[in-house]
């Protein structure tokens, strides 16, 4: 049997057709989305597998994407380590008690996923099911920096006050968390290998605020540890970091097999650059999409002439907006599908 | 005679010492500043020539730094030109009645600041008297993409709807609003040096969010526009993007004397690069005023060692942190004047 088009675009075999999906396609813009959203709140959806698999589906069953990732949130790991978790109406995610110190870290547990985190497992094997081997289903989590960067402020934040004040006076203790939550990371992504991930992609949204030099000290070998931890013959693993253009250069070190670009990032000199040795994943413009259909065409043509027809997972180069119109998701979807067929 | 420190590094002439300031060093982390903060809101300070003059000039007296900016606002510029502003307690700005079309650019005038902005020119004497020749004084405003991205937004947002919806849709109305725009920033600017400024700094915050093709074609034509009209014989014109290390290239043709680099930038890099064209700004980590004092010292030497002796203006990568204690901001300027001597 042959993989599917983006298991095989991530390891650089050739393909028929560029795939493509969108970060976040699962949200706010599907009016299927807004319509389970109204009866069941965000956490309520993440832990109850029949309405994350509903929902996961949808943008396969809508807009006909070439993949499904199942409906969660980078954070849903950390609350079973221990840390409280609320997301608040019109709020961001928020832990009422964020870890500030070493007996804070160390009350904090490497759980069994199967255990405490089985709605995932169960979430996953009900998206197997009803895909029914159409497309490939995509696992995920946020990156060990970002979670002990949401830990230890309790909020998103743009200050890193509390972790930055742990790198520059106590690094140890940061190290020490570190530590623990890519242990965590690490299993939570090979049970959802187990439980019927195809493909693994994690998400350091913090990352970008980092400084280069400071990115090698303090999240490159946590992201490293973890991506050589995983149980993956054939699973790909993606690595993307909003606003981490200018960390190309360390994330193509961490064993990862696609570099997911956000949209200000030159995917022509990317290829060139990271072309022969990494799958790149990405990278329109979001608000691309608040275009017209003429337009979009135009500038999946641009992002599919600058990644070339090898190695090419077709993306957003951030979340797909709660505010774009469906349509418009659909002509997206549509024109990858049209302009991006290779001869073989 | 001489000039200033900072006069001649942004023209990579000889220095004995590396200049430095922090931009937003007329801010919260001062106890003088809260004392006034307390008395008068933002706009009222900033209109206000003796309370602007006075906060301007509590860095240069409290922290003993290089330059005194006067203190003001990005968006000052726009309310006069038809933009009612306002600043809601512990909101960003905004603007109620947005620009959202072709009419609402129409109705918004270039106007003459020695007539509807005559307290800047006014606190901008003011400070020139106070400092009485000890360090130079700065001017500054939003750069035109900023600006644009304000009025046509109408908040701080992330999300740039409807400015990205005139981009791929009606891109000529985009452009209108641009280029009147940037005629109000070049009349501004040179109303600045008239009345004092000795450099003059614009700050391009949103056009970090641009990929390069997108900021060659809307951000960069206006910015070019206005350093090419200011009258500046000696006054060095520095260039900020936070986010910007992707657009530097771009940012390196628009006649700027100063590419000022936000922390995420490789200032090694930067000054390979850019080091023989340009005065490079910059670039230390905010959040490395979290530290220790030692912390402190590390991290500036770290910058000088990077940036070289000439050609050099420190600053940090973004504006100062409120919550930064005052004596941290006192060790970094020390640590500058102390491990940025440079033989003759």
Known sequence: MVDHLLIRAAFRQPVERTPVWMMRQA?????????????????????????????????????????????????????????????????????????RSVADIDRLSV???????????????????????????????GAPYTLATYAVEGCT?????????????EPETL???LAKIADQVTVYLNYQIENGAQAVQLFDTWAGALAPADYREIAAPYTRRVIEGLKRAGVPVILYINGGG???????????DVLSLDWRTDMAAARRK?????GLQGN???CALYGTEASIRREVQRVLDAAGPVGHIFNLGHGILPDVPVANARALIRAVKELGQHRP
């Open 27 to 99: 949200g706010r813009y599907l009016p299927e989305y807004r319509a389970v959203r109204d009866r069941a709140d965000f956490l309520t959806m993440c832990k109850t597998p029949e309405l994350a698999a509903e929902v996961s589906l949808q943008p396969l069953e809508q807009v006909d994407v070439d993949a499904v990732i199942f409906f969660s949130d980078i954070l849903t790991m950390l609350e079973p380590m221990g840390l409280e978790l609320t997301f608040g109406a019109g709020e961001g995610p928020r832990f009422p008690h964020p870890v």
């Open 274 to 278: 990271y072309g022969a040795t990494h």
């Open 111 to 141: 759980i069994d996923p199967a255990d405490r985190l089985a709605f995932v497992g169960e979430t996953l094997r009900l998206c197997r099911q009803r895909i029914a081997g159409r497309v490939p289903l995509l696992g995920f989590t």
């Open 246 to 256: 200018h960390l190309l250069d360390e994330m193509a070190t961490l064993g990862a």
């Open 157 to 169: 934040g743009k200050n890193f006050h509390h972790i930055k004040r742990w790198y520059y006076r």
């Open 284 to 286: 329109l413009d979001p």
């Open 175 to 177: 190290h020490r968390l």
